[in-house]
Nanobody, 122 residues
């Protein structure tokens, strides 16, 4: 498994971005793939996940604005982010762990993509 996160950029408040977590290597279809974000001086926080089963998890702060989905044919997990606000500015990482749990602990993830920067600013 080799994950690559992409899709970050600069967007105005209220705007949208779609992040992609693509994989080159063994399929991630049997993994839970999660999105974390991190700001300077803070720990990575779980934002959303698409479980092995296909069900999605979204943390309270993004529920209703972000959607984490999976395209099994493309072996890719997406994070659609709508109605972005300044507080969403961060480096976003995708990560994969076996099983069906969207774990908050970063040590439970076996694979990580490089980060992609999302900047929300007017």
């Amino acid at each position: 498994v080799q994950l690559q996160a992409s899709g970050g950029g600069l967007v105005q408040p209220g705007g949208s971005l779609r992040l992609s977590c693509t994989n080159s290597g063994d399929s991630i279809n049997r993994y839970t793939v999660s999105w974390f974000r991190q700001t300077p001086g803070k720990e990575r926080e779980l934002v959303a996940a698409n479980r092995q089963s296909g069900s999605a998890y979204h943390t309270d702060s993004v529920r209703g604005r972000f959607t984490c989905s999976r395209d099994r044919a493309k072996d890719t997990v997406y994070l659609q982010m709508n109605n972005l606000n300044i507080g969403d500015t961060a480096v976003y990482f995708c990560a994969a762990r076996p099983g069906n749990r969207a774990a908050e602990n970063v040590s439970e993830y076996d694979y990580w993509g490089q980060g992609t920067l999302v900047t929300v600013s007017s």
